[in-house]
């Protein structure tokens, strides 16, 4: 009896079926690095006011944004609760048309304006 539990225990474990194996992944086209909009990356020439901040030089929009940006932070613009409005000095007031203070999508438009 004792030879028969066994060979009942030796099939039970025998029982147990193999995982079945993953399918080999296929190799992902890859992708080609995304290139920028030449029209964003063409050079443009700051207005006199604009100048004061960014330089007189032409520059694609990015750049001008990112030194305007660089401006605002060197000098502590950005309002200390809510970060997306911009408190303008007297340079930044005439940039703005006048406005003391400015959200960061206002900015962008209105900067906008003085880009040729």
């Known amino acids: 009896m004792a ?3 066994k ?3 030796a099939k039970k474990a025998g029982a ?3 995982a079945p194996k993953k399918a080999a992944k296929k ?3 890859k992708k080609a690095k995304r290139k920028p909009n030449p029209a964003l990356m063409k050079p443009m020439t ?3 006011v604009l100048a004061e901040i960014v330089g007189s030089k032409p520059q694609p929009r990015g750049q ?3 030194q305007l940006w660089a401006y605002i932070k060197k000098n502590g613009l ?3 609760i809510n970060k997306r409005m911009i408190n303008a000095d007297e340079k930044l007031r005439k940039l703005f048309g006048g406005k003391s203070v400015v959200n960061m999508f206002e900015m962008t438009k209105l900067v906008s304006r003085h880009i040729s």
């Open 3 to 5: 030879k028969a539990r």
């Open 7 to 9: 060979k009942s225990v």
């Open 16 to 18: 147990k079926k193999a």
């Open 27 to 29: 190799a992902a086209p």
């Open 46 to 48: 700051p207005s006199p």
């Open 64 to 66: 001008i944004t990112k």
């Open 78 to 80: 950005q309002d200390k």
